[in-house]
C-alpha cells in the first residue's frame, strides 16, 4: 500500500514571545511550520500551502524540505512582509494575551494548489483565514478522506460568518476550551461539544493545555493527559504540534477509525510536550524516533492501572 500524502495549509510567520522565562526577538513561528514539521515524524509526503514575505529566511525553507515537507505550494512575497504574531504567557501558562496580529502577506493570499498536490488523501487546515481554507478545500477536484481544521479566537472575532461556513465542512474541529465556549456559548464541555458538532464536525477535539485534550464524537468521549512537565518553557505552538502529530500518525496508519484517534490524540500529545521544552520550532527540528516512542511509552504508564470493580 502506498503511503498517504498529507496536505497541511496554514501560516508560516515570525512570532516574538514572551515567558515568565525569557523573551524572544522575531523567531519562526507560525501554525503551519509546526503542523508539518510534527507530521513529518510520520511520513515523508506532506505538502504545504502558505505565504510569506521575502523577509522569510530561506534556510529554513530548506531545512523544512529536509523534513520531507514539500513547499511548491509555499508562495514567496518578495515585496512584502511575512505574517507576524506576538503573544505573552504569564504565570499560568494556559492562558496568553495576543500583543499583535499583523496580517502582511497574508492579507491578500490567494492560495494556489500545485497540481501534484491534487488527489490527497488527507487535509490539515491549519489556523489561518476562513475564507483562505475554504478556498483550498474547493480547489481540491476531490474530497480528501479527512478534512482536520483547526482555527482560533482571533478568527471567531474578525470573520465569524466565514469561519461558520467553514466549520460546516470539516471532519474534525480542533479548538481549545476557551474557544470551544466562546464559538458555542456553553460553558460545559460537554454541552458545548454537542453544540459545535451540531454546526457540522463529526469529531471534535477540545484542547486543554497541560490538562489534556478531549475527543468527542457522537455519545463518545476520550480523554488523553499531557504530560506533566518538569518545565514548560514556552506553549506557543504546542496546539499546532498536537494537530500535526495527530493528523500525521492518521496519514501514516491510512486508519480513520475512533480507535485510531484515540491513539492519534497520544502522538498529538506527545509532539506537543516536546515543542513546549524550548522556545519556537526549536525542538520540533531534530527529533529521534527513540525519543518520541519513549515519550509514547511515557503517557502509557501514566494512564495505564488495573482495577477490578467490587460487586
Ligand atoms: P498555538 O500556540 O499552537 O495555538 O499556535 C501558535 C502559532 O499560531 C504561532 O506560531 C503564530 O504564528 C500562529 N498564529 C497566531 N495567531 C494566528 C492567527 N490569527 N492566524 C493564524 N496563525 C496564527
Redesign the pocket.
Request: glycine share 8%; no cysteine; hydrophobic share 45%.
Given at each position: 500500500m502506498s503511503e498517504s500524502t498529507l496536505l497541511v495549509v496554514?501560516?508560516v510567520?515570525f512570532?516574538a514571545i514572551e515567558t515568565p522565562f525569557g523573551k524572544t526577538d522575531k523567531i519562526i513561528?507560525?501554525?503551519a511550520?509546526?503542523i508539518s514539521l510534527a507530521a513529518s515524524y510520520f511520513g515523508k509526503k506532506i505538502n504545504l500551502i502558505s505565504v510569506v514575505g521575502g523577509d522569510f529566511p530561506k534556510q529554513q525553507i530548506f531545512a523544512m524540505n529536509e523534513r520531507g515537507i514539500n513547499t511548491d505550494g509555499l508562495q514567496i512575497k518578495e515585496n512584502e512582509k511575512s505574517?507576524f504574531?506576538s503573544?505573552k504567557y504569564h504565570l499560568d501558562m494556559n492562558t496568553r494575551d495576543?500583543l499583535a496580529?499583523e496580517l502582511n502577506v497574508l492579507a491578500n493570499f490567494d492560495p494556489i494548489v500545485p497540481e501534484a498536490y491534487q488527489n490527497t488523501d488527507f487535509l490539515m487546515l491549519g489556523?489561518?483565514v476562513p475564507a483562505v481554507q475554504r478556498t483550498v478545500l474547493q480547489r481540491l477536484k476531490k474530497r480528501p478522506k479527512l478534512v482536520v481544521m483547526d482555527t482560533?479566537n482571533?478568527?471567531m472575532e474578525t470573520a465569524k460568518a466565514d469561519l461558520d461556513e467553514m466549520i460546516k465542512l470539516v471532519d474534525v474541529l480542533t479548538v481549545n476550551d476557551a474557544e470551544a465556549r466562546e464559538l458555542s456559548g456553553e460553558y460545559s464541555l460537554v454541552k458545548a461539544a454537542k453544540k459545535i458538532m451540531a454546526m457540522g464536525p463529526r469529531y471534535l477535539i477540545i484542547k486543554k493545555g497541560e490538562h489534556g485534550a478531549l475527543l468527542f464524537h457522537e455519545n463518545n468521549v476520550f480523554f488523553a493527559p499531557a504530560l506533566p512537565l518538569e518545565e514548560v518553557f514556552d506553549?506557543?505552538?504546542?496546539?499546532?504540534?498536537f494537530a500535526g502529530g495527530f493528523i500525521g500518525y492518521l496519514a501514516q496508519s491510512n486508519d480513520i477509525s475512533f480507535d485510531s484517534m484515540k491513539r492519534a490524540i497520544i502522538y498529538g500529545s506527545a509532539l506537543a510536550s516536546f515543542t513546549v521544552e524550548k522556545f519556537g520550532t526549536e525542538r520540533l527540528m531534530n527529533l529521534s524516533h527513540d525519543e518520541i516512542e519513549n515519550r509514547i511509552q511515557e503517557f502509557v504508564d501514566l494512564v495505564q492501572f488495573d482495577i477490578s470493580l467490587v460487586d
Amino acid at each position: 500500500m502506498s503511503e498517504s500524502t498529507l496536505l497541511v495549509v496554514g501560516t508560516v510567520a515570525f512570532d516574538a514571545i514572551e515567558t515568565p522565562f525569557g523573551k524572544t526577538d522575531k523567531i519562526i513561528g507560525g501554525a503551519a511550520t509546526y503542523i508539518s514539521l510534527a507530521a513529518s515524524y510520520f511520513g515523508k509526503k506532506i505538502n504545504l500551502i502558505s505565504v510569506v514575505g521575502g523577509d522569510f529566511p530561506k534556510q529554513q525553507i530548506f531545512a523544512m524540505n529536509e523534513r520531507g515537507i514539500n513547499t511548491d505550494g509555499l508562495q514567496i512575497k518578495e515585496n512584502e512582509k511575512s505574517f507576524f504574531w506576538s503573544g505573552k504567557y504569564h504565570l499560568d501558562m494556559n492562558t496568553r494575551d495576543t500583543l499583535a496580529t499583523e496580517l502582511n502577506v497574508l492579507a491578500n493570499f490567494d492560495p494556489i494548489v500545485p497540481e501534484a498536490y491534487q488527489n490527497t488523501d488527507f487535509l490539515m487546515l491549519g489556523n489561518l483565514v476562513p475564507a483562505v481554507q475554504r478556498t483550498v478545500l474547493q480547489r481540491l477536484k476531490k474530497r480528501p478522506k479527512l478534512v482536520v481544521m483547526d482555527t482560533m479566537n482571533f478568527w471567531m472575532e474578525t470573520a465569524k460568518a466565514d469561519l461558520d461556513e467553514m466549520i460546516k465542512l470539516v471532519d474534525v474541529l480542533t479548538v481549545n476550551d476557551a474557544e470551544a465556549r466562546e464559538l458555542s456559548g456553553e460553558y460545559s464541555l460537554v454541552k458545548a461539544a454537542k453544540k459545535i458538532m451540531a454546526m457540522g464536525p463529526r469529531y471534535l477535539i477540545i484542547k486543554k493545555g497541560e490538562h489534556g485534550a478531549l475527543l468527542f464524537h457522537e455519545n463518545n468521549v476520550f480523554f488523553a493527559p499531557a504530560l506533566p512537565l518538569e518545565e514548560v518553557f514556552d506553549p506557543t505552538g504546542a496546539g499546532d504540534s498536537f494537530a500535526g502529530g495527530f493528523i500525521g500518525y492518521l496519514a501514516q496508519s491510512n486508519d480513520i477509525s475512533f480507535d485510531s484517534m484515540k491513539r492519534a490524540i497520544i502522538y498529538g500529545s506527545a509532539l506537543a510536550s516536546f515543542t513546549v521544552e524550548k522556545f519556537g520550532t526549536e525542538r520540533l527540528m531534530n527529533l529521534s524516533h527513540d525519543e518520541i516512542e519513549n515519550r509514547i511509552q511515557e503517557f502509557v504508564d501514566l494512564v495505564q492501572f488495573d482495577i477490578s470493580l467490587v460487586d
